[in-house]
């Protein structure tokens, strides 16, 4: 018994010493601030992330703290320097755009007047504000949910199209190349560093089977046919916040601001809202790409995008979610390969049931292609 109470006695103890340190992040942003609780937020793979409740001067306090994960981000100054652009130009576009729904994401400045703060472990920490009144889901629940995520994240594309001062800085290079991830794949295979791929020959053969269909995004961007763009680069639906009446509140997330192609987002927007099941589920026969959902999401989409998207874009619409849910099963199933070393992960396995997930989209999404198209080519003659 000794060695297992030794053993959660540790535990403990680092519970502890966690707590105590994130309190004195937080006092690096709010000096003043006596912290009462704080609070592990999940939902993301790359990032941690806490809500902290104090009280400053009397009255209480929420916001959200975040160490940054600079394996990931190897330039954090470069993360913030983006995120400081566009909050500025949201922030004014949102003034002039009565219509627009969705608020800034706005972030708080540390003591010395930088959005960040550098710990003596020379890890990177910021605040955000705590956006009161807001949910998120991992997977739409009704077509409201869905038409509102895919209105959020159209409004928050089309209030940046004209964002001035050039494109911005490109923090993680070539995030959304699907041919470059499916060569890190084919690598990842090849070097089999966790001991893994002789159990994937179906995954591999599935991914094989699809490689032609890869390039027409980077196509479109070579030959000018698809513009670049201010993307977001991460549009799960849970970086939707919704209000209590379910409606649009605010896009989160914006580390991956990045210049890209506007069919890579709403098709990651697509892949998360649509699925009928969660990201990591078990059970494959309960995933599907719900199409309701998809005309709904889509709907949103294009009624704040409509008058800015090229004729390429409105063409491959359609298509786009197939195309990133496969990228994104792609990258699950070479972080399996590799040993879980890039998303974070909660069990064994857990990186390649995410993957058949992915792969299991696809299949739904190419069952119901003729669908998809009609619906698309539909919402740009209304």
């Excluded at 009624?303 to 390429?312: M, N």
């Excluded at 359609?318 to 390969?337: K, P, Q, S, V």
Aim: aromatic content about 10%; glycine content about 6%.
């Amino acid at each position: 018994m000794r060695p297992l109470y030794a053993k959660m006695n540790n535990m403990f103890l680092m519970s502890e010493i966690l707590k105590w340190r994130l309190k004195s992040v937080a006092t690096q942003f709010e000096p003043a601030l006596k912290v009462e609780e704080v609070t592990r937020l999940k939902g993301g793979h790359i990032n941690s992330t806490y809500h902290v409740r104090g009280m400053i001067n009397g009255r209480y306090d929420d916001f959200v703290l975040q160490r940054l994960n600079t394996s990931v981000f190897t330039e954090p100054g470069k993360v913030m320097d983006n995120i400081r652009r566009v909050s500025t130009h949201l922030k004014k576009k949102i003034r002039e755009n009565k219509n627009v729904r969705i608020i800034p994401l706005e972030f708080r400045p540390a003591s010395d007047g930088r959005y960040f703060f550098i710990d003596d472990k020379g890890e990177f920490w910021r605040v955000m504000e705590y956006v009161k009144g807001g949910f998120s889901v991992d997977h739409a629940e009704n077509v409201t949910q869905a038409y509102e995520t895919g209105k959020a994240f159209g409004e928050f594309q089309y209030l940046l199209s004209d964002i001035p001062g050039g494109p911005l800085a490109i923090t993680i290079p070539r995030f959304h190349d699907t041919a470059f991830r499916f060569e890190q794949l084919e690598e990842a295979f090849k070097n089999d560093a966790a001991g893994r791929a002789a159990s994937i020959k179906k995954e591999m053969d599935f991914c094989y089977a699809r490689k032609d269909s890869i390039n027409c995004v980077l196509d479109g961007i070579k030959d000018g046919s698809i513009p670049e763009r201010v993307t977001h680069n991460d549009t799960k639906i849970n970086n939707v916040l919704l209000d209590a009446n379910g409606k649009r509140l605010c896009v989160i997330d914006y580390d991956t601001l990045m210049p890209g192609s506007s069919l890579y987002d709403v098709g990651d927007c697509v892949r998360s809202t649509t699925r009928t099941g969660d990201e990591d589920e078990r059970d494959l026969d309960k995933i599907r790409m719900d199409i309701s959902l998809f005309e709904g999401l889509v709907r949103g989409y294009v009624s704040a995008t409509k008058d800015v998207l090229s004729e390429r874009e409105k063409e491959l619409l359609y298509f786009c979610g197939n195309l990133i849910t496969f990228e994104i099963g792609i990258r699950f199933l070479a972080d399996h390969l590799n040993g879980d070393v890039y998303f974070q992960t909660e069990r064994e396995n857990h990186n390649l049931d995410r993957a058949r997930v992915q792969f299991k989209m696809v299949e739904s999404m190419e069952e119901q292609e003729d669908e998809m198209r009609r619906i698309v080519d539909g919402l740009f003659k209304e």
